[in-house]
């Protein structure tokens, strides 16, 4: 595939852009060290972006590379700076060792009676 063309399948597009994305892991692994759990936690972060670009890649509004550039690195800076993964409201997973939670709606007031025991 030459890397104008869309990729025809997501196979093709990872085999096309894993140096890419490898690449991408090790420079933010290097700068980043110190707050990420994992370079394999930040790898995998990585290609999930890389496949949600994929999957949301519109063919009318550019070339798949420079879309798929743009959507994971700016999505991977948003998880460094602590936001969720696009498509992981309730339940999302992170790379990084600390995560700021904001704050904690507990509706139950037996709850926090319970906790303490």
Partial sequence: MR???????????LECFSP???KLAKDTWD??????????DLLQSIYY?????????DPEKG???AYM???VKQKLKNMLDGAN?????ENPFTFLSCR??????CEDENALDFLSK
């Fill in 3 to 13: 890397r104008e063309q869309s990729p025809s399948s997501l196979q093709e597009a």
């Fill in 20 to 22: 890419f994305l490898y």
């Fill in 31 to 40: 700068r980043y060290r110190y707050k990420i759990i994992s370079y394999q």
């Fill in 49 to 57: 972006l890389f496949i949600y670009a994929y999957l949301t890649y």
């Fill in 63 to 65: 070339t798949f590379k």
């Fill in 69 to 71: 550039t743009t959507v």
């Fill in 85 to 89: 993964p696009p498509w992981c409201k």
């Fill in 100 to 105: 700021k939670i904001e704050y904690v709606l």
